[in-house]
Nanobody, 121 residues
């Protein structure tokens, strides 16, 4: 199996920055696309940013120019640098990854537990 553990959330004032990290561990054979999603109270979960193993990026329009996703394939870790944060960025941020674990014959999708990001005005 693959476990995803997020870190780096917290409380920040509007205009501030935070950096989220998500490390994948377990009996990993390969991790393909990794990404960050968020879910605010009463709202649907939405994709924030994704990055393929080869480095292809995809961003939610409202975070373009403010957030940067990156990854370290050797460490099976994905990062999300969040700058110029706004109150509307407040949400639980969840790490997501497509991975193949030892003993499996197909790639599965995995989720982390989530980390709270709160932006005060």
């Amino acid at each position: 199996q693959v476990q995803l553990v997020e870190s780096g959330g917290g409380l920040v004032q509007a205009g501030g920055s935070l950096r989220l990290s998500c490390a994948a561990s377990g009996s990993i054979l390969i991790i393909n696309t990794m990404g960050w999603y968020r879910q605010a109270p009463g709202k649907q979960r939405e994709m924030v940013a994704t990055i393929t193993r080869g480095g292809t990026l995809n961003y939610l329009d409202s975070v373009k120019g403010r957030f940067t996703i990156s990854r370290d394939n050797a460490k099976n870790t994905v990062y999300l640098q969040m700058n110029s944060l706004k109150p509307e960025d407040t949400a639980v941020y969840l790490c997501n990854a497509d991975g193949l674990a030892a003993g499996n014959t197909y790639i599965r999708n995995y989720w982390g537990q989530g980390t709270q990001v709160t932006v005060s005005s």
